[in-house]
């Protein structure tokens, strides 16, 4: 399944005031956590749908999108979006630590499928699509009809796991290495394979050209990714 990642705006101290606020308001995730002081507040089960996306009427599921029997599971960061790039290690220790944690629990692949903002580059919003089968750690600036740019300028450096292409690949991917495989190690690099709208094969593409092609093809017809 997939966790989404939030940032709730605040600094450290904030934990306690920002869940009761989100409770209040009816926008609660699953938990509000503070990678400063390395503690969280559960809100919700996991078995309940969070209420911290926007949901449109008559589009795709966010909040309440099922994928391996599971809704996504959200997480409010305590930090600011356009502040958590300088973050220290500390704090990024304590995040990844929560992070391995919750994807061991909730059956997530600790992989982050989607470039993450940066100064000079803007998240690409998914396509529904696409949405409908990712799996792994995502922000709320990649899932369709929401426009908040949250978690922000994450340094995903500091969070990605330590592993060799093939091990990402059968992370990502239970077909790898046989009949019906979308994911193959090229000369030491993951691709990913794309279909073409008329069910074609596009061909084989690396992981870090992928958004850039879904960026150009999402809006004109529904491309299907791993």
Known sequence: STIVLHTTESGPGTLDSVAEYLITKGYEPHEVFDPAINEYRLLLPSSDPGRA?????????????????????????????????????????????????????LQVPYVFPCPFPTPTTPAT???????????????????????????????????????TPEAYCRMIDPNFGGSGERTRVINGAVHLQLIEPDGTIAGWFPLADVWEYNHRHAKAADQKLP
């Open 125 to 163: 919003r998914l396509s529904f699509d696409v949405w409908n089968v990712i799996r792994g750690i995502v922000g709320h600036c990649h899932v369709p009809e929401n426009d908040h740019w949250d978690p922000g300028y994450l340094d995903i450096t500091r969070l990605e796991p330590e592993m």
């Open 53 to 105: 996306l926007r949901n449109e009427t008559g589009g795709v599921e966010t909040n309440r999108r099922l994928l391996d029997g599971r809704y996504p599971y959200q997480i409010e960061i305590i930090g600011r979006a356009a502040d958590v790039g300088g973050y220290d290690d500390v704090w990024y220790g304590n995040l990844r630590a929560r992070l391995e944690w919750l994807c061991d629990w």
